[in-house]
C-alpha cells in the first residue's frame, strides 16, 4: 500500500510536469514530419508514436493506416510484443525487495522437471538471457503448434513440457542468447508466488497507479478500446494483408510473459518515466536492471535485466523493442535530458533502427529545454547567472551538479509566484543548460530556482520588452 501511494503521487507529479508548457508548434511539426518519413522508408502501413520532452510536454503523433477504411490515430492500441519482458522483469525485481524471491534462487524453486530445462538456472540468467535454455519460438514447430488451433488457451506448463524446447544453446552463463522462455518461465514463477493472475499484477502494481489506463494484458484482459489492425503477409505473395480476422489467442497465451501488454505510446512513456528516473525501483534493483551485457540484438548493444542498451549521440539510452505478429514496438529513455520516446506500428520489422531514428531527432531539434553541455563530474553544485541578462526574448540558464539526483529548475515572477517549470526529473552528473524562452511573459524582473538534492540557489534575470 505504500508503494501504491507514491506511484499515486508520482501519476500527479508526471502529469504537471508533463503541461508546464505547451509543446513547440514548429518542433510539433517536424517530428510529425519525422514520423511520415519513417513510414515511407520503412514502408509501414501504419505508425503512432509519442514524445516526452522536458520543458516541452507531451507530443502526440501517427501517420497511415490501420485499415483500408481507417487510419492511424494516437487513442488505437497496439501489442508491444518483448516489451512485456521491461514490465516483467520490474515486476519480479519488485518481489526481490520484497523478499519473495532473490534474483540468484534456482529456478528449481518452482519449477518441476522439464526436459532440456536445467533447474540450476538463475531467476537472474532468465531475466538477462544468459540461462542458455533454447528458445521455443525458435523451433518451427512451435508455428505448426500454434497454427493448429488458434483460439487454443495454452498453458505455462503446456508450453514448457510440449516436446518444443530443444537442447540448450550453451551452459547457464557462459554466454548470451535471447529466448523468450525465459520469461515464459519468468511468468511460471510469477503465477506460483502471487497466485494469481500476471494481467492483475501489472494493473495493481503499474497500470493503475501510474494512470496507464490504456494498457491491458492479452487474453488475461477483456479489451473494448479501438486496437489498430495488424498486416501480415498471410499467403507468401509477398503482399501485407489486413490480419486482424486472424485470432491470436493461441500465440498471446503460448508465449505469457515473453509478450503480452497492450498499449498505446503515449502509456509506454509514461511508463519508463517513472522507471528509469527510479521511481518503480529501489536505487539497487535499477542498477542491478542496468548492468548489461554485450549483446547485439535490434539496434542495441546491450541487455540487463529485461532491458536493452541504446547508444544514440554518445549517450547510452534504456528501453526495448518487441514484435508479434504484425505489429512492432520500441521505446527509449535518454538518461541524461530525461527524454522519453515510444513508437508503434502495425507491421513486423526491425523496430530498434527506427526508434533510435526518431529519438536522434527528437534530441538534436529540441528548441528549448534541458541540454547536456558536459558529462565530467563538477567539484560543486552550482547555478550560474543567465546569459544575456538582461535579455528579449530569450536566455540561457546553466548549472552544474556533483551526482545523479533529482532537479527541479523553475521561474518566479516579482511576486513569489511560479509561472514556470522549466524542469523536474532525475538528471546524471554534470553541466546542464536550459534556453528560456519568455516571448509570452511581459517585461520585469524574474527569478530563476534550481532545487535540488544538494539544496536550491535562486537568481535574479531581467526580462526588457
Same mark, same amino acid.
Not at 17 to 28: C, L, N
Given at each position: 500500500?505504500?508503494?501504491?501511494?507514491?506511484?499515486?503521487?508520482?501519476?500527479?507529479?508526471?502529469?504537471?510536469?508533463?503541461?508546464?508548457?505547451?509543446?513547440?508548434?514548429?518542433?510539433?511539426?517536424?517530428?510529425?514530419?519525422?514520423?511520415?518519413? !519513417?513510414?515511407?522508408?520503412?514502408? *509501414?502501413?501504419?505508425?503512432?508514436?509519442?514524445?516526452?520532452?522536458?520543458?516541452?510536454?507531451?507530443?502526440?503523433?501517427?501517420?497511415?493506416?490501420?485499415?483500408?477504411?481507417?487510419?492511424?490515430?494516437?487513442?488505437?492500441?497496439?501489442?508491444?510484443?518483448?516489451?512485456?519482458?521491461?514490465?516483467?522483469?520490474?515486476?519480479? *525485481?519488485?518481489?526481490?525487495?520484497?523478499?519473495?524471491?532473490?534474483?540468484?534462487?534456482?529456478?528449481?524453486?518452482? *519449477?518441476?522437471? %522439464?526436459?532440456?530445462?536445467?533447474?540450476?538456472?538463475?531467476?537472474?540468467?532468465?531475466?538477462?538471457?544468459?540461462?542458455?535454455?533454447?528458445?521455443?519460438?525458435?523451433?518451427?514447430? %512451435?508455428?505448426?503448434?500454434?497454427?493448429?488451433?488458434?483460439?487454443?488457451?495454452?498453458?505455462?506448463?503446456?508450453?514448457?513440457?510440449?516436446?518444443? $524446447?530443444?537442447?540448450?544453446?550453451?551452459?547457464?552463463?557462459?554466454?548470451?542468447? #535471447?529466448?523468450?522462455?525465459?520469461?515464459?518461465?519468468?511468468?511460471?514463477?510469477?503465477?506460483?508466488?502471487?497466485?494469481?493472475?500476471?494481467?492483475?499484477?501489472?494493473?495493481?502494481?503499474?497500470?493503475?497507479?501510474?494512470?496507464?489506463?490504456?494498457?491491458?494484458?492479452?487474453?488475461?484482459?477483456?479489451?473494448?478500446?479501438?486496437?489498430?489492425?495488424?498486416? $501480415?503477409?498471410?499467403? =507468401?505473395?509477398?503482399?501485407?494483408?489486413?490480419?486482424?480476422?486472424?485470432?491470436?489467442?493461441?500465440? #498471446?497465451?503460448?508465449? $505469457?510473459?515473453?509478450?503480452?501488454?497492450?498499449?498505446?505510446?503515449?502509456?509506454?512513456?509514461?511508463?519508463?518515466?517513472?522507471?528509469?528516473?527510479?521511481?518503480?525501483?529501489?536505487?539497487?534493483?535499477?542498477?542491478?536492471? !542496468?548492468?548489461?551485457?554485450?549483446?547485439?540484438?535490434?539496434?542495441?548493444?546491450?541487455?540487463?535485466?529485461?532491458?536493452?542498451?541504446?547508444?544514440?549521440?554518445?549517450?547510452?539510452?534504456?528501453?526495448?523493442?518487441?514484435?508479434?505478429?504484425?505489429?512492432?514496438?520500441?521505446?527509449?529513455?535518454?538518461?541524461?535530458?530525461?527524454?522519453?520516446?515510444?513508437?508503434?506500428?502495425?507491421?513486423?520489422?526491425?523496430?530498434?533502427?527506427?526508434?533510435?531514428?526518431?529519438?536522434?531527432?527528437?534530441?538534436?531539434?529540441?528548441?528549448?529545454?534541458?541540454?547536456?553541455?558536459?558529462?565530467?563530474?563538477?567539484?560543486?553544485?552550482?547555478?550560474?547567472?543567465?546569459?544575456?541578462?538582461?535579455?528579449?526574448?530569450?536566455?540561457?540558464?546553466?548549472?552544474?551538479?556533483?551526482?545523479?539526483?533529482?532537479?527541479?529548475?523553475?521561474?518566479?515572477?516579482?511576486?513569489?509566484?511560479?509561472?514556470?517549470?522549466?524542469?523536474? =526529473?532525475?538528471?546524471?552528473?554534470?553541466? #546542464?543548460?536550459?534556453?528560456?524562452?519568455?516571448?509570452?511573459?511581459?517585461?520585469?524582473?524574474?527569478? #530563476?530556482?534550481?532545487?535540488?538534492?544538494?539544496? %536550491?540557489?535562486?537568481?535574479?534575470?531581467?526580462?526588457?520588452?
Amino acid at each position: 500500500m505504500k508503494k501504491l501511494s507514491l506511484f499515486l503521487f508520482l501519476s500527479v507529479i508526471l502529469s504537471i510536469a508533463g503541461t508546464a508548457r505547451s509543446f513547440d508548434s514548429t518542433y510539433s511539426a517536424m517530428l510529425q514530419s519525422k514520423i511520415e518519413a !519513417l513510414k515511407v522508408s520503412y514502408g *509501414l502501413k501504419g505508425i503512432s508514436a509519442a514524445a516526452y520532452v522536458p520543458g516541452q510536454g507531451l507530443w502526440l503523433g501517427a501517420s497511415g493506416i490501420s485499415s483500408e477504411t481507417e487510419n492511424v490515430n494516437t487513442d488505437m492500441l497496439f501489442s508491444s510484443g518483448s516489451i512485456t519482458k521491461n514490465f516483467m522483469s520490474a515486476l519480479i *525485481l519488485q518481489l526481490a525487495e520484497a523478499d519473495s524471491l532473490n534474483l540468484d534462487d534456482p529456478i528449481g524453486n518452482w *519449477l518441476p522437471v %522439464f526436459v532440456n530445462i536445467n533447474n540450476a538456472v538463475t531467476i537472474r540468467q532468465l531475466l538477462d538471457h544468459s540461462s542458455g535454455i533454447y528458445s521455443v519460438t525458435d523451433n518451427p514447430a %512451435f508455428s505448426a503448434a500454434i497454427n493448429s488451433n488458434l483460439n487454443r488457451i495454452w498453458t505455462a506448463e503446456e508450453i514448457l513440457n510440449s516436446g518444443l $524446447v530443444l537442447t540448450p544453446y550453451f551452459a547457464p552463463g557462459t554466454s548470451w542468447h #535471447y529466448s523468450n522462455t525465459n520469461y515464459i518461465i519468468i511468468a511460471y514463477i510469477i503465477n506460483k508466488i502471487m497466485h494469481t493472475d500476471i494481467s492483475e499484477q501489472l494493473h495493481a502494481r503499474f497500470f493503475t497507479p501510474l494512470n496507464m489506463n490504456e494498457s491491458f494484458f492479452e487474453v488475461q484482459d477483456t479489451i473494448t478500446l479501438p486496437y489498430a489492425h495488424n498486416w $501480415v503477409d498471410l499467403n =507468401g505473395d509477398g503482399i501485407l494483408d489486413d490480419a486482424s480476422f486472424v485470432p491470436t489467442t493461441a500465440i #498471446y497465451s503460448a508465449t $505469457v510473459g515473453a509478450g503480452g501488454v497492450t498499449s498505446r505510446p503515449e502509456n509506454l512513456v509514461k511508463w519508463q518515466r517513472a522507471l528509469y528516473s527510479g521511481n518503480i525501483l529501489n536505487q539497487t534493483s535499477l542498477n542491478q536492471m !542496468l548492468t548489461f551485457r554485450n549483446a547485439v540484438i535490434s539496434g542495441a548493444n546491450g541487455y540487463g535485466l529485461g532491458t536493452m542498451r541504446y547508444s544514440i549521440n554518445g549517450v547510452n539510452c534504456f528501453g526495448h523493442g518487441g514484435n508479434l505478429f504484425g505489429y512492432t514496438a520500441v521505446m527509449i529513455y535518454n538518461p541524461q535530458d530525461s527524454i522519453s520516446i515510444a513508437i508503434m506500428m502495425n507491421k513486423d520489422l526491425d523496430g530498434g533502427p527506427v526508434g533510435k531514428s526518431f529519438m536522434i531527432t527528437v534530441i538534436t531539434n529540441n528548441p528549448v529545454g534541458i541540454r547536456t553541455v558536459s558529462t565530467v563530474v563538477p567539484d560543486k553544485f552550482s547555478l550560474y547567472q543567465n546569459y544575456p541578462n538582461p535579455f528579449n526574448p530569450e536566455t540561457i540558464i546553466k548549472f552544474e551538479l556533483t551526482s545523479k539526483q533529482h532537479a527541479k529548475l523553475s521561474v518566479t515572477n516579482i511576486l513569489g509566484e511560479e509561472i514556470s517549470i522549466l524542469y523536474n =526529473g532525475n538528471l546524471q552528473a554534470g553541466e #546542464y543548460s536550459y534556453k528560456w524562452d519568455a516571448i509570452n511573459y511581459p517585461g520585469g524582473i524574474y527569478f #530563476y530556482k534550481l532545487q535540488t538534492d544538494e539544496g %536550491f540557489v535562486v537568481k535574479k534575470m531581467l526580462l526588457l520588452k
